[in-house]
């Protein structure tokens, strides 16, 4: 009898060990997770991270939720998520304006210390455009233009403090033009607006902006890239134009609640990358004019710290605040 009883208790730990293992080794994800993206729909991030969120669900075997919470260029969904539940089933996917807008506006939570890296995504360099039928087809011809009818003149971006709307500055800058910023909420309505005429030039992002230079509803004057990009070769780069300071990009990447298990976000980190590895995705990034870039959780925030450096003095330079 004791050893029958002895038995038992090996059997009983045996069970509750191997039941606690499941437990621990439940897969994630093990529900839908809800994949915010604080931009209008149809922007460059949007674009993006779609294409992202698909492959992502196919090999989670779970349904990503894509969510779009524009709203004070990225910092209202920024919030929602940085107020969500840390547990891996909401997740943001953000863009430049993260590191931006604690720099320009009053933010009722700290970003930096509110979200959680996971990695950094893509680099999508600015393009600067023009409406098809615009009086100018070259960087040039649009500054000779905008010297001569400085009344006449403005810039379209997806936002103010976005990546368009500084490169737009800096671009100001160093050409000395005079130019009124017109933001609109997201890339979506923004290329729409600039396709109808309603804006000199626009600062696009590739995600938004391809399509319709591709189309030939919007012709592509300058990107501001360190180099010609591959989808469009024959645009030249505002260096080359003679304004080597114009250099941006509107970079992604993903974040989730401070707080969330290492292990969710190591998993996160790892599946992104595997998919940003695949020769298709990169196949179809290429073709938008995007760049891939991954990174570990460290070097994303590493990455983040920098670039609030970077554009701090920009922002103060141009003594940018919103309100």
């Given at each position: ?134 009086p100018y087809n ?30 737009g500055e800096l ?153």
């Amino acid at each position: 009898m004791c050893n029958l009883a002895m038995l038992n208790r090996i059997i009983l730990v045996i069970l509750a060990m191997a039941s606690f293992t499941g437990t621990a080794r439940a897969a994630y994800p093990e529900k839908p997770i809800w994949w915010i993206v604080p931009y209008a729909v149809g922007g460059s991030a949007d674009v993006v991270s779609r294409i992202l969120a698909n492959r992502i669900s196919e090999r989670f075997n779970q349904r990503i939720l894509v969510d779009n919470k524009p709203g004070a260029t990225g910092a209202v969904g920024a919030q929602f998520v940085a107020h969500a539940a840390p547990d891996g089933y909401t997740v943001l996917y953000q863009a430049f304006d993260l590191a931006i807008n604690p720099l320009v506006r009053q933010l009722s939570f700290d970003p930096m210390k509110e979200l959680t890296p996971v990695t950094q995504v893509v680099n999508m360099w600015v393009i600067m455009v023009a409406p098809a039928n615009a009086p100018y087809n070259t960087l040039q011809e649009f500054v000779d233009y905008a010297r001569k009818n400085p009344d006449k003149v403005n810039f379209g971006t997806a936002g103010a403090a976005s990546a368009g709307h500084l490169t737009g500055e800096l671009f100001k800058r160093q050409a000395k033009l005079d130019m009124v910023h017109i933001p609109f909420k997201g890339g979506g309505p923004g290329v729409t607006a600039a396709i109808a005429g309603q804006v000199s030039v626009y600062f696009a992002t590739p995600g938004s902006g391809m399509p319709a230079i591709q189309g030939g509803r919007l012709k592509a004057l300058a990107v501001a890239a360190p180099k010609r990009l591959a989808a469009l070769p024959n645009v030249p780069t505002f260096a080359e134009g003679g304004y080597p300071a114009v250099i941006a990009s509107e970079w992604t990447g993903v974040l989730v609640p401070k707080g969330t298990p290492s292990q969710i976000v190591q998993s996160l980190n790892r599946e992104i990358r595997e998919v940003l590895a695949e020769p298709a995705v990169a196949e179809q990034m290429g073709k938008l004019g995007i760049d891939l870039v991954t990174s570990s959780p460290q070097e994303f925030d590493h990455f983040l710290q920098q670039e609030t450096q970077r554009w701090g003095k920009v922002v103060r330079d141009l003594n940018l605040k919103y309100d």
